[in-house]
């Protein structure tokens, strides 16, 4: 039986999905279950189809359309689990995950299937596509499929490979496959390196900077499709991830202006908007690079258990749309009454219910109720801004000035109470302290903590709830990254598991 299973999900990552984002101009696809031939790639529409695959594959539920977000924020320091439920990710929070737990194969599963699409329309347009749509529109669909490729393997490093810093990406990274997979025998991959990957990443991101559109004609699809400016921001996170501070610089001052008030010199016009908790109901400011859009049509919402409403909004009986999956934890930032004041405008994204032993704190960022339709954020301007300031703060010994401002442009427009001086940081560290404090308040519930933790080499936080005790995880204990999927190492015979 196990073996038959395996085969089914072998078959599931080598399918293509055909059925689309339904999103502006963006119409829904007739689905199907097979590879398609090169018949989908002699005319322009059944053309743009197979590219609007490409991004629903990567919003599944079980990817970037809820889960990634989710196991990335559960398993640091910031929420509690309510439920004990393995379902939604109980041994992602508690850090007893094995290669054939759900969330390790889930993930895993649908992250190499975006990848193979990748692929596979990759091999469709060089055959055929690209003759039929013309050189502007091909490199402009080559683009997109190659950004979305590169951020696919990016977010998979995050969770199951050693953060760059140990060993300088020397450590296992993941299969790099750039073929689409059509037979078993195709599927034997060993691992590249940390570093290789990144390479393979800065690949994609790089052709995709040089070929994606500065914008598109509204303002759904520049929040929703790849432009310039997209690919830009994400190479910030990157970089950011590899500790390679001057080129965070270098990439961000393509889309931050020198001074306040801070805005894409070209392009998108992206910026902050004036009101953080706006950014979370219109979804398609220009604060928002990047977001996966949901509807209420059939299958274009992230599916059952998947949804970010549903883990950390309290149940409707407590004015929630949720089902109370995970409170916030009072030990962690929304406990912290210290820095993140009472009347900063990210207070609202918290409710409290009951009182006294049975008080209790949530996240209520996303509100959409069933089918929970809130856009899922990629990346926003404001994480833009704070990379920048991380980054040049990192890169300088003394106080730096810009970093100054780009925090105060993040933290002002939600508490204007609190203006930070250079004078305010007696050294360096300091100012980089407050800085992934801001991160920790600015982007709750939206998949960066764990990622922050990583990156920088620190332990994951001990966390008490009701239920139970979850012990600190240090850099050097095995719960630090997950383990490799154990599909993945029962058809690859030459993918080896995290040691």
């Not at 072998?10 to 999905?17: E, I, P, S």
């Amino acid at each position: 039986m196990k073996q038959h299973l395996n085969y089914i999900v072998f078959a599931c990552l080598m399918g293509v999905l055909i059925n689309s984002c339904k999103r502006g101009d963006l119409m829904d696809t007739k689905p199907t279950a097979d590879i398609p031939d090169m018949n989908v790639y002699t005319s322009k529409e059944q053309i743009l189809n197979q590219l609007r695959s490409l991004y629903t594959s990567f919003k599944n539920g079980q990817f970037y359309g809820g889960r990634y977000l989710i196991y990335s924020d559960i398993r640091s320091e910031e929420f509690l689990n309510e439920r004990t439920n393995g379902v939604t990710g109980l041994q992602t929070w508690n850090h007893t995950l094995t290669n054939t737990v759900a969330e390790v194969n889930g993930l895993w599963a649908q992250a190499y299937l975006a990848i193979n699409n990748c692929n596979i329309f990759l091999e469709g347009m060089d055959a055929q596509g690209n003759a039929v749509v013309g050189d502007s529109v091909s490199k402009n669909y080559l683009a997109e499929a190659r950004f979305i490729r590169g951020l696919s393997y990016y977010s998979l490093l995050q969770l199951y490979a050693r953060p760059y810093w140990d060993g300088n990406g020397s450590k296992d990274g993941l299969p790099i496959r750039l073929t689409g997979n059509k037979l078993r025998a195709e599927y034997q991959l060993a691992r590249s390196t940390v570093a290789q990957v990144y390479t393979q990443i800065l690949n994609d991101f790089n052709y995709a900077e040089a070929n994606l559109p500065l914008v598109y004609g509204t303002s759904e699809l520049n929040t929703t499709r790849a432009h310039r400016n997209t690919v830009i921001a994400l190479k910030t996170r990157m970089y950011l991830s590899m500790q390679k501070y001057p080129e965070v610089i270098a990439e961000a001052n393509k889309i931050v202006t020198a001074a306040a008030p801070f805005s894409a010199k070209t392009g998108v016009a992206n910026a902050l908007q004036s009101d953080v908790t706006k950014v979370f109901s219109t979804y398609n400011t220009t604060e928002s690079i990047f977001s996966m859009p949901m509807t209420s049509t059939t299958g274009d919402f992230p599916g059952t258990q998947n949804q970010l409403a549903y883990y950390y909004s309290p149940v409707s009986s407590s004015g929630g749309v949720g089902n109370a999956e995970y409170s916030l934890n009072p030990s962690g930032i929304a406990g912290n009454t210290t820095v993140w004041s009472a009347t900063d405008t990210r207070r609202a994204f918290v409710k409290t219910t009951g009182s006294g032993t049975s008080k209790k704190q949530w996240l209520v960022k996303y509100a959409a109720p069933t089918p929970y339709t809130d856009y899922v954020p990629v990346i926003r301007y404001a994480e833009v801004l704070l990379n920048l300031a991380e980054a040049r703060q990192r890169n300088s010994t003394t106080v730096d000035a810009q970093a100054v401002a780009l925090l105060n442009a993040v933290h002002n427009r939600s508490d204007a109470a609190k203006t930070y001086t250079v004078a305010d940081f007696a050294s360096p560290s300091d100012l980089i302290n407050v800085l992934l404090t801001e991160r920790r308040i600015e982007f709750l519930g939206e998949g960066l903590r764990s990622s922050d933790l990583l990156r920088l080499g620190l332990t994951i936080p001990a966390k008490v709830s009701t239920s139970a005790t979850v012990p600190a995880i240090d850099a050097n204990n095995r719960q630090y990254i997950w383990p490799i999927s154990s599909t993945e190492l029962d058809l690859n015979k030459l993918c080896k598991d995290n040691q």
